[in-house]
């Protein structure tokens, strides 16, 4: 059974740092692209970030480009997103999901980031 | 970066059938063959039911199917039962190799 777990998530005050972490399991974890989605209280799906299989490639959305950075350790099995100079629209619960042929076939059941003083 | 379009909510009768749209431009939709259509209960992760415009993964019913003209995608659900009371979105690349969702539609069967 394919597991995608994320963890991290806390109530952080604007400008703070938070690292999110996805814990994967049940797939070949270097086969995947994988990426950050995150979705705001009450609104639509948003994508964050993609990291390509062997790390080599990093795509970001406009809004979060110089603040936060995707990585990967494929011996670890492990998804990581740095996420610093939060702001308010940063809070949403934040997914890690697999992708193949740009869809996500697998995604955790998140973890939520709450950016408030 | 803007969403994709979708309508905001569309409703249908047990048994029927629905269509979601999902507009976008040469940019995004209307230039790959990389539109997906996902599920989304309240609270839940979502769940892919199309790629690639209209292809299913395994185990997803063959009551959905995607397809796509120009810059529009569709969604189109038959046979409309209880359980297909959700939230869908659309996503598609887009040049830059950036992904980009469309704003969701809350499908409401009556």
């Known amino acids: 059974e394919v597991q995608l777990v994320e963890s991290g998530g806390a109530l952080v005050q604007p400008g703070g740092s938070l690292r999110l972490s996805c814990a994967a399991s049940?797939?070949?974890?270097?086969?995947?692209?994988m990426n950050w989605v995150r979705q705001a209280p009450g609104k639509g799906l948003e994508w964050v970030a993609s990291?390509?299989?062997?790390?080599?490639?990093?795509n970001y959305v406009d809004s979060v480009k110089g603040r936060f950075a995707i990585s990967r350790d494929n011996a670890k099995n492990s998804l990581y997103l740095q996420m610093n100079d939060l702001r308010a629209e940063d809070t949403a619960v934040y997914y890690c999901?697999?992708?193949?042929?740009?869809?996500?076939?697998?995604w955790g059941q998140g973890t939520l980031v709450t950016v408030s003083s | 970066q803007s969403a994709l379009t979708q309508p905001a909510s569309v409703s249908g009768s047990p048994g029927q059938s629905i269509t979601i749209s999902c507009i976008g431009t040469?940019?995004?939709?209307?230039?790959?063959?990389?539109v997906s259509w996902y599920q989304q209960y309240s609270g839940k992760a979502p769940k892919l039911m199309i790629y690639?415009?209209?292809n299913r993964p395994s185990g997803v019913s063959n009551r959905f199917s995607g397809s796509k003209s120009g810059n529009t995608a569709s969604l189109t659900i038959s046979g409309l039962q209880a359980e297909d009371e959700a939230d869908y979105y659309c996503?598609?690349?887009?040049?830059?190799?950036?992904?980009?969702f469309g704003g969701g539609t809350k499908l409401t069967v009556l």
């Open positions: 999901a697999s992708f193949r042929a740009v869809a996500g076939i697998f």
């Open positions: 049940g797939l070949s974890f270097s086969s995947y692209w």
């Open positions: 990291i390509k299989q062997d790390g080599s490639e990093k």
């Open positions: 040469s940019s995004d939709v209307g230039g790959y063959n990389s």
């Open positions: 690639e415009v209209s």
């Open positions: 996503s598609s690349y887009r040049s830059g190799s950036t992904v980009v």
